[in-house]
């Protein structure tokens, strides 16, 4: 896929040669390019900077693929994929492609023991699923491939989000490990690619701070830090959800690692709960805040800050001295630094001391490149009330 031809403004070539987006406002002139194509873009005076694939709907228009005069074809596509997997430390239980992180822009493939789940975020790699799954099977094997788009992005970039198998359908479910824990996915249901991987570590750490504590786990999903916690001897965990179909895994991932007994599932919202906790002056010695994102763009920012205020205050006031708090914010456009005020304004207004025991982030099969501070999302703060 060569394509038709990008060429730049005076003066943004520059930072194309680092970061791979390229908006409307950068872009001087394109040729005949259809939407999803590949493009080959060059600076103004007509050199090659790299190529990648054009779509004129959203203001992002190019996502760089390659910075070198190459085909993006199968054999691109595998050698990718195949120095990606390379990086992982547990590459049958990973994600395996995180998009511009591995060179890969608009592609997500999670990997859940033999069941691979492709998942497309642009109109450029929605186009070439085929290609990209021949690459995949090339790579890993020719194991059961599950399309899961993004409905959202799908909207944004203009192409109609796939669900299904490709060709041959894998299992509706399948069990994996983290350590000692057994977590249930459901394929093709759910949120994301079916199980939030990004917290694979950090349930591992909250778990290892876990034994003789009451847990809540807030905005639980299907329970993953819970199970942890209970797993490595947690006294009581307590989950808040709303979703039917997230709490239903849930109760699935507890029985399946026999802890169910010590623990209690609320039907709820996290915002409603926590009010009533704290007038009820109810005390937990670890608290896990985990909520989806409060907001996907600049405009919301400040009511997302409210948000995510809001939620940290009320749960600092439900710590004992000595009680822990593992609080994430998944929202990109609130970053690390303004989710760290946001928590210390919490604390402030609480009128509580919290001690920081540890700045948490997204697992290492989520790389974040230098260069494109987009492929880092995941941020935390591990809080001890002293």
Sequence with gaps: MRGGVLRLKKGREARARVHPWLFKGDVAEIGAVEPGEAVTVVDFAGHFVGRGFFNPRPALCCRLATWDDEALDEAFFARRI??????????????LV???????????????????????????????????????????GDLPVLLADDATAARLEGFEPARGWVGREGPAAVDVREGPVTF????????????????????????????????????????????????????????????????????????????????????????????????ERAR??????????????????????????????????LLPPGGLLATFSCSHHVTEARFEAICREAAGDAGLRLRTLATLGQAADHPVLLTVPETGYLKGLLLERV
């Design 82 to 95: 195949a120095a990606a997997v390379a990086r992982r430390p547990d590459p049958a239980l990973a994600r």
């Design 98 to 140: 995180w998009s511009e992180a591995d060179g890969l822009p608009g592609l997500v493939v999670d990997r859940f023991t033999d069941v691979l789940v492709l998942q497309s975020l642009t109109l450029g790699t929605a186009g070439a699923r085929a290609t990209l799954v021949a690459a995949l099977r090339r790579v890993v």
């Design 184 to 279: 249930r996915v459901r394929l093709g249901g759910g949120h994301k690619t079916g199980h939030y991987l990004d917290q694979r570590e950090n349930r591992a750490r909250v778990a290892a701070l876990a034994a003789g504590r009451r847990v809540l786990d807030a905005f639980c999903y299907t329970a993953g830090f819970a199970c942890a916690a209970l797993v490595a001897g947690a006294r009581e965990a307590v989950g808040i959800e709303t979703s039917a179909e997230a709490l239903a895994g849930a109760r699935e991932n507890l029985a399946l690692n026999g802890v169910a007994d010590r623990a209690r599932l609320v039907d709820a919202n996290a915002f409603d709960e926590l009010r009533r906790l704290e007038r």
């Design 284 to 317: 937990f010695d670890l608290i896990v805040l985990d909520p989806p994102p409060f907001t996907r763009g600049r405009a919301a920012v400040e009511a997302a800050a409210r948000g995510y205020k809001e939620i940290n205050l009320r749960s600092m006031r």
